[in-house]
């Protein structure tokens, strides 16, 4: 499978699920569509990006609920209020 039929069929977010990126990680998605190599992974490229941002100064973490990356400087502990419902949730009735 070639890397472009790869990255068709995978759509990644980091969590696999679409609804759960964070509009600072589709962008990051975005651009790591037009800058990569012929041989690079969409994902690969996306975590590369963070990495240089994370050097800038910008802080990204994965949220501990869905697993989708997302800048904890503008949303805290996780990425978003669902994903703080569904781990508080998680955490108090385990």
């Given amino acids: ?18 609804s759960k990126a964070t509009p600072e990680w589709k962008e990051i998605l975005r651009q790591a569509r037009l800058e990569r190599g012929p041989d690079e992974l969409v994902l690969h490229k996306a975590y590369a990006l963070v990495n240089e941002q994370g050097l800038a100064g910008c802080a990204w973490a994965k949220c501990p609920n869905c697993g989708s990356p997302y800048r904890a400087d503008l949303r805290g502990n996780v990425c978003s209020d669902d994903c703080y419902r569904e781990y508080l949730a998680y955490v108090t009735n385990s």
């Fill in 1 to 18: 499978m070639s890397v472009d039929e790869y990255d068709e069929q995978h759509q990644e977010t980091g969590s696999g699920n679409i």
